[in-house]
């Protein structure tokens, strides 16, 4: 007696093709394990760099439950999870990585010895950046025991020393890519680091990093103290702000980097928020201002029985968003109170503003939020880290992300979970 049901498996591989098309990236990965036909199709369409749908943002972090090689993505358009394999042995696994930056579907991450390395989670896609001992200001040496550490120097600070597993944490603050590291050198990686979140930047394909220089020559302040840069594909500029909200553009496609002041600093806020930068779909760039403060734990931690454990026992939770559009010729920010059906994915991702048509499973006028307060997350490695949805009306905090279903794995506390909008490319 024939089946009843259709054999999916005999369908035409071009007629698949379009089908994947249509699919979220979670959902073609689990297509092309259906069967060997179906592979085979999934095959000819990566081959052929086929487009995919937008694609909407996901949480990647580490968990116990998944595996030390494994990590999870979790999307809050949907409230679903997909395991991925880290596919890239020589970074081990996300546990080992620290991750500083994403964008294009693209982490840039620290390893064990403090170097950076641009890395697709969902291809293998991975790019080595110039090693740390490029920056002018660093070098590497042996000390009595064979281990690896780094000396910084400086004008502006004593010499100093750290072993080399310890440099990233006190080394790199975030990074912003000009556009995916398939394209090659057309990739810029701008990064802010330490001492005083300065700035220097690389080339995919670069054999050194670039340091922009404070300065009449840049146009830039001494101790830059930057908190975020936003890049331009309409003018091919990155676009910085430093902590008091005055902002530069900074042209890096000449032979020197040549910086310009849009806009000064504001008056000083002694509670200093931190600020993004988030370029909108209706063509408004805005300055999102993020006030927090330390308040005693509501849960209680869990420490590895091995570890030296000395942080103190405190959370740093979000306690206000404000928003200010950024007016360049009338040189001021004027206050916003709402970012209407669209939704902001703030914290060591490039800052998005989506429009919630596109991806109705999230919530209008809220901001998706990790944590990325430097000292907290790299030095307070135990303690629970804020991750949540914020109701931009309300000013409130909901640390399910408003999924139709509670998240079945909790993150681990480092390295810290980080937003990406995943791609094939």
């Not at 991750?99 to 969902?122: C, Q, R, T």
């Not at 002018?136 to 750290?162: A, C, I, R, T």
């Not at 890049?231 to 980097?257: E, I, W």
Request: charged share 15%; aromatic share 12%.
């Amino acid at each position: 007696m024939e089946s009843i049901y259709p054999d999916w498996t005999g369908l035409p591989q071009d007629l698949l093709a379009a089908i994947f098309v249509q699919l979220e990236i979670p959902d073609l990965f689990r297509s092309g394990a259906v069967c060997t036909s179906w592979h085979s199709a999934y095959c000819i369409f990566r081959r052929l760099r086929l487009p995919s749908p937008k694609q909407s943002p996901c949480l990647l972090y580490a968990s116990d439950a998944c595996g030390p090689e494994a990590a999870t993505l979790y999307f809050p358009s949907t409230g679903a999870t997909f395991r991925i394999t880290m596919p890239d042995s020589r970074l081990h696994s996300l546990h080992s990585l620290s991750p500083i930056g994403s964008g294009h579907g693209w982490l840039v991450v620290a390893d064990k010895i403090s170097n950076l390395h641009l890395l697709n989670p969902l291809t293998g896609g991975h790019v080595a950046l110039p090693p740390i001992t490029t920056f002018q200001f660093v070098e590497g040496s042996l000390d009595d025991q064979g281990n690896l550490v780094y000396s910084f120097s400086g004008k502006s600070h004593e010499p100093y020393s750290l072993p080399a597993v310890e440099a990233r944490d006190n080394m790199y603050e975030r990074a912003v890519l000009s556009c995916s590291p398939s394209a090659g050198s057309a990739c810029i990686v701008l990064l802010m680091h330490m001492p005083f979140r300065e700035l220097s930047f690389a080339r995919v394909g670069d054999q050194s990093w670039t340091r922009i220089q404070a300065g009449e020559s840049t146009g830039l302040q001494w101790r830059n103290y930057h908190s975020d840069a936003a890049y331009s594909t309409a003018d091919g500029l990155f676009y910085v702000v430093r902590s008091d909200g005055s902002m530069h553009t900074l042209d890096l496609n000449g032979p020197n980097p040549v910086a310009t002041k849009i806009m000064p600093g504001a008056a000083n806020n002694s509670d200093d928020p931190y600020k993004y930068l988030v370029q909108t779909p209706w063509g408004d760039l805005l300055q999102a201002w993020r006030f927090r403060d330390y308040f005693e734990p509501t849960e209680s931690l869990v420490v590895p029985d091995n570890s030296n454990y000395v942080d103190p026992r405190v959370e740093l939770n979000m306690t206000d968003l404000r928003l200010y559009k950024i007016d360049v010729h009338g040189q001021r920010l004027v206050k916003v109170d709402s970012v209407g059906d669209h939704s902001l994915f703030l914290g060591h991702n490039v800052s998005m503003c989506l429009p919630v048509k596109d991806f109705p499973g999230l919530k209008p006028n809220c901001a998706y939020l990790t944590d990325d307060f430097f000292e907290f997350i790299n030095f307070y490695k135990f303690n629970k880290r804020e991750v949540g949805m914020w109701s931009i009306a309300a000013q409130t905090m909901d640390s399910s992300l408003g999924s139709t279903s509670p998240l079945r794995d909790p993150w681990l506390n480092w390295p810290v979970p980080i937003w990406i909008t995943p791609s094939l490319f």
